[in-house]
């Protein structure tokens, strides 16, 4: 029988949905059932002066590789913008509640 990844056990080592390297501005991870949502600072690009407000990409993978769940900003709140498999998903409200713990109080890398 074949072992199926985790796609938490890879981490940030791997693409992000839009193909750039996972480790690339990689805040964390957080899970809610078999979907492992990964959480990234797109811009400005961390470490970087670049002027604006940060926006942040959240991907989820359940195991058939990483797909866009939303992008937001945080500037005054988040606005999140959805792919459209997930606008109006239930557990849109716990998402964002989850991304924003995660910039507050980013994993150790």
Do not use: K
Request: proline share 12%; aromatic share 10%; hydrophobic share 30%.
């Amino acid at each position: 029988m074949a072992r199926t990844a985790n796609p938490a056990d890879e981490g940030p080592y791997h693409l992000r949905s839009d193909g750039e390297p996972g480790i690339d501005g990689h805040l964390g991870h957080f899970r809610r059932g078999p979907a492992v949502f990964s959480l990234y600072q797109v811009s400005p690009v961390p470490h970087r002066y670049t002027p604006g407000p940060p926006e942040y990409l959240i991907d989820v993978d359940d195991g058939a590789g990483a797909r866009e769940c939303c992008r937001f900003t945080n500037d005054p709140a988040p606005e999140p913008m959805w792919n459209r498999n997930w606008n109006g998903d239930e557990w849109c409200d716990w998402i964002i509640d989850q991304a924003l713990a995660l910039i507050a109080n980013p994993d150790d890398q």
